[in-house]
């Protein structure tokens, strides 16, 4: 199963960009340098107040298709 990690960081307001609707998806940029697209609601379960940051691993099938994203630090 592919693992990519990474480091993403929203500020609020881009956060409130999700919830009205104006933001669907975000680009993030691996470890390994590859451009990844991910849906935002992906990342909803890690939102706060100051928004987002953290480092986070991605699991994907073979596909590419999206399985977890989990927060590491």
């Known amino acids: 199963m592919p693992r990519y990690v990474f480091s993403a960081k ?3 307001e881009q956060v ?5 609707q104006h933001a669907t998806s ?3 940029v691996t470890d390994q340098g590859l451009k990844i697209q991910l849906e935002i609601r ?4 890690f939102f706060t107040h100051h928004g ?3 480092r986070f691993v991605l699991d994907t ?3 590419g298709r999206f399985i977890r994203l989990e927060k590491i630090i």
């Open 16 to 20: 409130l960009a999700y919830y009205r």
């Open 10 to 12: 929203l500020a609020p």
């Open 26 to 28: 975000v680009i993030v």
């Open 61 to 63: 099938d073979h596909s």
């Open 42 to 45: 992906h990342f909803q379960p």
């Open 52 to 54: 987002l940051d953290g």
